[in-house]
């Protein structure tokens, strides 16, 4: 079976540009979470979805969006980016609550 | 409020020697507690799980780790380690499996031959 899949797998973007991240889950996991990983730091929260609603919000600014479309993919939006939004940021899918998260291989964004 | 810490940013172990990578956690109720490990370049891999019952979990790749309520912590441990271990180890906690996870900042494991 496929693992999840993001994509792209790298981006570079002028600040103030904006982006769109996309990832599909592992079939049959209709939870998706998004995670911001600076370098040298672990992975934060920034959102999850479960059934197309929003379940959780991590502590990000409203220039980062998500939504979760009838086949459970997802995508990221960043508006308005900034230097600072420079990361790796990992898709993350579920079965639901009670179940343990799997990981894709993330997205490469550079802002300069 | 929720943490993970990992007390270790670094460190180096001898092919073929043990290893305990060290993770302490901050949290109101009982923690739904994961490793991960993260290859340069790569998303995240799970490593082993505690959800509850037996506080000794055997993980893939030879990995286990041990939950210790009274002290807060679920160390990885490996009997003896192969270079390709040589990774981002990752130790999480979350109020649920399946919900937001918090990470601790990592340990990154070297092998030397």
């Known amino acids: 079976d496929a693992g999840v899949t993001q994509s792209p797998t790298h981006l570079i973007k002028t600040r103030g540009q904006h982006v769109t991240l996309r990832c599909s889950p592992i079939?049959?996991?209709?939870?998706v979470s998004w995670y911001q990983q600076v370098l040298g730091q672990g992975p934060q929260f920034i959102f999850q979805?479960?059934?197309?609603?929003?379940?959780g919000r991590g502590n990000f600014p409203d220039r980062f969006s998500a939504r979760q479309f009838p086949n459970y993919s997802s995508e990221l939006n960043v508006n308005a980016l900034l230097l600072g939004d420079s990361a790796l940021y990992l898709c993350?899918?579920?079965?639901?609550?009670?179940?343990?998260?799997?990981f894709g291989p993330g997205t490469r964004l550079t802002v300069t | 409020a929720q943490s993970v810490t990992q007390p270790d940013i670094h460190i180096t172990v001898s092919e073929g020697a043990s290893l305990e990578l060290r993770c302490n956690y901050s949290?109101?109720?009982?923690?739904?507690l994961f490793w991960y490990v993260q290859s340069p370049g790569q998303g995240l891999q799970l490593l082993l799980k505690?959800?509850?019952?037996?506080?000794l979990v055997q993980g893939i790749k030879g990995f286990e780790a041990e939950f210790k309520r009274s002290q807060s912590s679920f160390n990885l441990r490996k009997p003896s380690v192969h270079w390709s271990d040589a990774a981002e180890y990752f130790c999480?906690?979350?109020?649920?499996?399946?919900?937001?996870?918090?990470f601790g900042k990592g340990t990154t494991l070297s092998v030397s031959s």
């Open positions: 993350a899918s579920s079965s639901g609550t009670g179940h343990e998260q799997y």
């Open positions: 979805y479960y059934e197309k609603e929003e379940r």
């Open positions: 949290y109101g109720a009982t923690p739904y």
């Open positions: 999480a906690v979350g109020a649920q499996a399946g919900t937001a996870l918090i």
């Open positions: 505690y959800f509850s019952g037996d506080t």
């Open positions: 079939s049959g996991h209709k939870s």
